[in-house]
């Protein structure tokens, strides 16, 4: 049983993050590493992204596009697909006049996540296609420090008979970060290993001592009042896969 509980309290810190009901958050300022100066924002409501898309046209002069309904293709999909426009308006230094807005449809988008921190984008524009490798861009790390209380839910697996299957229990632990370091204090456990930063999203790789394990956590997101994580726990044959959810104490 405490072999269960440290992998479970290890999985904790590691749990299911979504900033949506329908799958992995796409919302960020997405672009390619080597091809600075353009970019993509995405920002998703359940199912659907809205796009825009800032690029240059064929005569080097800025260009701006949206997606107004970039959808999932399928049901429990990560790829998204819809119409992509170009519009035109009145000076944004003048009087706003809605009738001078002018919208025109150009061809469509598709976006797909990879993996948490990666995607590929393929749109047209009055028949010219691109395909684009595209990653969340970051700016500033997260500082996740502090004591936070929460609870959580996962399921284990080759850790002995009467403890496989679903568990759930509230745990509340203290992370300490700094610029090359991560750690995080839950019982008798010290997790040390570091913390990286993918746009909105975090990462977490770290272990702890004898029992204690090792755990890897993505979609690691916090705010203000607390975080969310998802989590892959291991601890000699047992693993522990699930999610957490604090609040800061």
Known sequence: MKRLI??????????????????????DLWFNSHEQGWGVNLIQQDNVLFLTLFVYGANGLPAWYVGPAITATSAGAVTYAGDLY?????????????????????????????????????????GVSVTKQVER?????????GSYSGSVVGTNAGCGAGTDGHTEFPASFAITQGSSSFSLVMGTCNYTGTYSQSGRMGTISASGPGACGTFDAIEVEGTITGLTMRFTATNGGCVTQGGLAAVRR
Do not use: E, M
Not at 137 to 145: A, K, V
């Open 6 to 27: 440290a992998a479970a309290v290890l999985a904790c810190i590691t749990s299911i993050a979504h900033a949506t009901t329908y799958s992995t958050d796409a919302s």
């Open 86 to 126: 170009q519009t035109n308006g009145p000076y944004f230094g003048g009087p706003f006049d809605p009738t001078a807005v002018t919208i025109r449809k150009v061809g469509i988008a598709t976006f797909t996540l990879g993996t948490v921190g990666t995607g590929t984008l393929t749109y047209s524009v009055d």
């Open 137 to 145: 861009q970051t700016w500033r790390i997260n500082d996740l420090g």
